[in-house]
């Protein structure tokens, strides 16, 4: 319900949330929601660690669809969209027989430890770690302790109802 704060272009997010919060307390079966909660990655890599998110697997679905695309043309999409559960499995296969880590070119490990201890010294060199009465924020004045501190829980109760009616006339896709 915070993201229904953020105006208009939020309103999806929140009516999203709203959806899978009904399903997982009210609508679905244990089994179910333990599928909805749990099931969001993909395992793309044998071994520990190797699970990506669904939305991560789908850019990097999308990317070998471009390249295919940029490299075949337009008419072999259809074709290779075909082909792409065996080909993964053929890769896959031969990644794990020949026990070959695969590394990609596009990412870099960095290490940010020195990076971390220049902040920390910056700070220690400010004093930020000691209070001081007369140290004011100046860009988040008027930032409260709490996320929720003004939320209006009848208000949330009222957008919910509407959402549901919404729902139940088919104005919404959802």
Not at 7 to 29: F, P, T, V
Not at 77 to 89: E, G, H, T, Y
Not at 90 to 102: A, H, S
Request: contains cysteine; proline residues 2%; charged residues 25%.
């Amino acid at each position: 319900m915070i993201t229904k704060k953020d105006g208009a272009h939020s309103r999806k997010y929140a009516i999203q949330g709203l959806n899978l919060l009904c399903q997982i307390y009210a609508i679905l079966c244990p089994g179910d929601v333990h599928r909805l909660v749990w099931n969001r990655s993909v395992k793309a890599k044998y071994g520990a660690g190797g699970n990506i998110l669904l939305d991560l697997a789908l850019e990097h679905y999308n990317r070998v669809l471009k390249e295919v695309i940029k490299k075949m043309g337009p008419k072999a999409v259809s074709r290779f969209c075909k082909a792409i559960p065996i080909n993964k499995q053929l890769m896959d296969n031969f990644d794990n027989t020949c026990k070959g880590l695969r590394r990609s070119a596009k990412h870099v490990k960095t290490v940010a430890s020195n990076d971390f201890n220049k902040i920390v010294e910056e700070l220690i060199k400010a004093d930020a770690f000691t209070y001081n009465a007369q140290r004011k924020l100046h860009k988040f004045h008027n930032c409260g302790s709490s996320m929720l501190r003004n939320f209006d829980l009848h208000s949330m109760f009222v957008w919910i109802n509407e959402q549901r009616r919404s729902i139940y006339l088919h104005k919404t896709a959802r």
